[in-house]
């Protein structure tokens, strides 16, 4: 089975601009969750999506969004960037139904805000 | 306070060295992850585990969770165990909260 890819791997973005990343899980796999990564926060939850819907979200600005298609792929937003916004983006997909379950990472798509 | 906090931040190991990460919490969890990070950035799942003890190969994780505490061990460590190695909650007793609560990390160098 193929493996949890993310695309691009890396982006160069200006403050103000807008960004999509874009996620696609294991084969059969329904649940993704998208992290962020920082030096300086180390690993954030960002919000879990399972079947087209949020079913939680972490602590970050409005202007981070993201949704679930029908075929379980998945997009992040960042809109208005700031500087602070770099990060390592990376999204996690689960077999499991009624928890969380293991998560299996993607490579992550690298974000530079300048 | 953080949720999750791990000791050591840093570790350095001699190859063959039995390892131990600690990692504490301080909220009722349905699960407790552990993964592995390789400089680079992929990360991959070692362990999800709720109760009692896993194993897989030299890898050795356990839970206790009256006292809120797992320990990640290392048998036989090798240098290609060097990794950052991250603890990681899902933050809700009473079943998923859909979401993990990581820790910072522990920076493991095992020397040849």
């Known amino acids: 089975k193929a493996g949890v890819t993310q695309t691009p791997r890396y982006l160069i973005k200006t403050r103000g601009q807008q960004v999509t990343l874009s996620c696609s899980p294991i084969?059969?796999?329904?649940?993704v969750s998208w992290y962020q990564q920082t030096p300086g926060q180390g690993l954030q939850f960002l919000f879990e999506y399972f079947s087209e819907t949020q079913r939680n979200k972490g602590n970050f600005p409005g202007r981070f969004s993201g949704r679930q298609f029908s075929n379980s792929r998945s997009e992040m937003n960042v809109s208005t960037l700031e500087l602070g916004d770099s990060a390592l983006y990376l999204c996690a997909s689960s077999l499991e139904t009624s928890g969380l379950g293991e998560q299996f990472f993607g490579p992550g798509t690298r974000l530079t805000v300048l | 306070k953080n949720e999750v906090e791990q000791s050591p931040q840093n570790l350095t190991a001699q190859e063959g060295e039995f390892i131990t990460i600690n990692c504490s919490y301080s909220?009722?969890?349905?699960?407790l992850h552990w993964l592995q990070q390789h400089p680079g950035g992929g990360i991959v799942s070692l362990f999800m585990l709720s109760s009692g003890k896993k194993k897989h190969g030299r890898l050795i994780a356990t839970i206790n969770i009256q006292e809120k505490h797992s320990s990640l061990h290392i048998t036989a460590s090798h240098p290609r165990d060097s990794a950052v190695y991250i603890c990681a909650v899902d933050p809700n007793s009473g079943g998923s909260n859909y979401k993990l609560t990581f820790g910072k990390g522990t920076l493991l160098t095992v020397n040849p």
């Open positions: 909220v009722g969890i349905s699960a």
């Open positions: 084969s059969g796999h329904r649940s």
